[in-house]
T-cell receptor
Framework: KQEVTQIPAALSVPEGENLVLNCSFT??????LQWFRQDPGKGLTSLLL?????REQTSGRLNASLDKSSGRSTLYIAASQPGDSATYLCAVRGYNNNDMRFGAGTRLTVKP | ETGVTQTPRHLVMGMTNKKSLKCEQH?????MYWYKQSAKKPLELMFVYNFKEQTENNSVPSRFSPECPNSSHLFLHLHTLQPEDSALYLCASSQDRGGTSGYQETQYFGPGTRLLVL
């Protein structure tokens, strides 16, 4: 059974810092991995999706990497802003269509 | 707004009630999903519909009954729920399910329905 872990559970940084969020998974046979952000009381917003054949994806100040063999993904946020404050979730989809697993999330606070 | 709407946004119901959650997407997508987000557990995938056909059911109790009359609408019918079913229920859609392009699988979420079962 796939297990997804996100570390740290919470992170607080001053504005302008570069930061890294971590996601690890136990079964490397994945179809893809997605990073989402969730604002309080709201649904999820997809940030980046990495297929199993890819090693990274970039969108603006965000860069996500994937290392299947080690079961890890990182989300790098450059020059953080207060508007980046949210909970960040990673989700792994396995080749079995029933298997889409989410981590518990990292709650990020960027202080002005 | 993401193009995915959910109603109601908040719902309080007793264990003997029957209610339905509604999701509508205006994105022309073919796949729709129901998720459950509890306070102390990671987000859980409940049901997946692809081209109006249910393709996945993640061992969800029968007191939750999904319905997908067309590719734009998805319902979750609730009956005889338990207090532990209280959670945020999220709906999502994607262009399809199982495409080879990441773009096709990118999911767009609604704001959720906050459900409290008394």
């Amino acid at each position: 059974k796939q297990e997804v872990t996100q570390i740290p559970a919470a992170l607080s940084v001053p504005e302008g810092e570069n930061l890294v969020l971590n996601c690890s998974f136990t079964d490397s046979a994945i179809y893809n991995l997605q990073w989402f952000r969730q604002d309080p009381g709201k649904g999820l917003t997809s940030l980046l999706l990495i297929q199993s054949s890819q090693r990274e994806q970039t969108s603006g100040r965000l860069n996500a990497s994937l290392d299947k063999s080690s079961g890890r993904s990182t989300l790098y946020i450059a020059a953080s802003q207060p508007g980046d404050s949210a909970t960040y979730l990673c989700a792994v989809r396995g080749y079995n269509n029933n298997d889409m697993r989410f981590g518990a999330g990292t709650r990020l606070t960027v202080k002005p | 707004e993401t193009g995915v709407t959910q109603t109601p946004r908040h719902l309080v119901m007793g264990m003997t009630n029957k209610k339905s959650l509604k999701c509508e997407q205006h994105l022309g997508h073919n796949a729709m999903y129901w998720y459950k987000q509890s306070a102390k557990k990671p987000l859980e995938l409940m049901f997946v519909y692809n081209f109006k056909e249910q393709t996945e059911n993640n061992s969800v109790p029968s007191r939750f009954s999904p319905e997908c009359p067309n590719s734009s609408h998805l319902f979750l019918h609730l009956h005889t729920l338990q207090p532990e079913d209280s959670a945020l229920y999220l709906c999502a859609s994607s262009q399809d399910r199982g495409g080879t392009s990441g773009y096709q699988e990118t999911q767009y979420f609604g704001p959720g329905t906050r459900l409290l079962v008394l």
